[in-house]
């Protein structure tokens, strides 16, 4: 098993910035590839971003690139999504996600586990 907990969401001004972290615990954490949902209300949860065991693949949604930046600690089993220049679409519930493999793919079913979410609120 392996339990994740996010934080750092709240409410930003449009054009602000975030940083959410997610804690992971209970598994080796550089055997899991994570990854980064949303689910705005009404909406389905979509991808965000995900990245390798490593650290040295990541990938985005193009409703992200070049805004979010995902990375990883896994001396500190932390993962991190600083989100930069943020828009009212933004808002959202942010999840966190793990799944055994070495690159995390970008559907929901892909994942094993979940953290509980936090939320972000962006206003404009």
């Known amino acids: 098993q392996v339990q994740l907990v996010e934080s750092g969401g709240g409410l930003v001004q449009a054009g602000g910035s975030l940083r959410l972290s997610c804690a992971a615990s209970?598994?080796?954490?550089?055997?899991?590839?994570m990854g980064w949902f949303r689910q705005a209300p009404g909406k389905e949860r979509e991808f965000v971003s995900v990245?390798?065991?490593?650290?040295?693949?990541?990938y985005y949604a193009d409703s992200v690139k070049g805004r979010f930046t995902i990375s990883r600690d896994n001396a500190k089993n932390t993962m991190y999504l600083q989100m930069n220049s943020l828009k009212a679409e933004d808002t959202a519930v942010y999840y966190c996600a793990a799944t055994r493999t070495v690159v995390g793919g970008r559907t929901v079913d892909g994942y094993e586990y979940w953290g509980q979410g936090t939320q972000v609120t962006v206003s404009s």
């Open positions: 209970g598994r080796t954490f550089s055997n899991y590839a």
């Open positions: 990245i390798s065991w490593r650290g040295s693949r990541t």
